[in-house]
């Protein structure tokens, strides 16, 4: 079970965090990915990170204002977007997959999803 939070309304230029909660056992054996989607448009793929070695990888459209990370004390991984743009808004969902790098970006692959969390970016 994956369990998002950490949405809300944002003005822009500003940061938010969000986490995607998850049992130990589904962070050391999934990669965990974030995707966000806006209204008829597909999932876009914006980071993920691997259960070993703790690589990252992040999606062709999103800028280095995103930092995704993982925190075993809190058994979550988290996404940190700074300096938010009104496009940023969108419904992010985190997922939990066996990917690797070459298929990590595409949602087909991926075992588990959350209920997403609503970012919105307006002042």
């Known amino acids: 079970q994956l369990v998002e939070s950490g949405g809300g309304l944002v003005q822009p230029g500003g940061s938010l965090t969000l986490s995607c909660a998850a049992s130990?056992?589904?962070?050391?054996?999934?990669?965990i990915a974030w995707f966000r989607q806006s209204p008829g448009k597909e999932r876009e793929p914006v980071s993920c990170?691997?259960?070993?070695?703790?690589?990252?990888e992040y999606g062709g459209s999103v800028e280095d204002r995103f930092t995704i990370a993982r925190d075993d004390a809190k058994n979550t991984v988290q996404l940190r977007i700074s300096n938010l743009k009104p496009e940023d808004t969108d419904v992010y969902y985190c997922?939990?997959?066996?990917?690797?790098?070459?298929?990590?970006?595409?949602?087909?692959?991926?075992?588990?999803w959350g209920q997403g969390t609503r970012v919105t970016v307006s002042s």
């Open positions: 997922a939990a997959g066996r990917v690797t790098s070459n298929s990590w970006s595409n949602p087909l692959w991926y075992n588990f």
């Open positions: 990170i691997h259960p070993n070695d703790r690589s990252t």
């Open positions: 130990r056992s589904t962070l050391d054996y999934y990669t």
